[in-house]
């Protein structure tokens, strides 16, 4: 038989140790971003679906679901549910990029990382500018 110890492995064993350990990183982060935006809008279409089911029961159930989503807080989980939708977006199609072999690259998958934050943003905005105009 072996007397031989076990070697210690002195790096972490998964990127969810994040601390000490592990420093996040913006692929990582847009990751579970990207699968957080992926809840949420599971969520927020709920949220939708309550609004279709209000309006198809009539002018009173109607006037009382309109008044939460036209509340602050409806209008702030709005917001939230389309950046989401945005988001997941644009991150599947930076994905899709991905997919065709290209900006795989560190370099790359950063800038297109902050590219994909960018742009869910200003679309966002955008959104919700041309949805106040009408």
């Given amino acids: 038989m072996s007397t031989k110890k076990a070697s210690v492995v002195s790096r972490p064993l998964s990127p969810f ?6 420093k996040p990183q913006l692929t990582s982060m847009l990751s579970i971003t990207h699968r957080l935006a992926g809840l949420i809008l ?5 949220f939708i679906t309550g609004w279709l089911v209000a309006l ?10 309109a008044g939460h989503m036209l509340a602050w807080y409806g209008q702030v989980l709005l917001f939230a549910w389309s950046w989401c939708a945005l988001y997941h977006l644009c991150n ?8 065709t072999g290209r900006g795989l690259d560190i370099k790359s998958a950063y800038t297109m990382g902050y590219a994909v934050i960018f742009v869910s943003t200003i679309l966002t905005i955008a959104v919700w500018i041309l949805a106040y105009a009408v």
Avoid: Q
């Fill in 56 to 65: 198809a029961a009539g002018p009173a159930w109607y006037g009382a679901y």
């Fill in 42 to 46: 599971t969520l927020g279409s709920l």
């Fill in 17 to 22: 140790m994040i601390g000490p350990y592990y």
């Fill in 92 to 99: 599947g199609m930076r994905h899709l990029v991905w997919d």
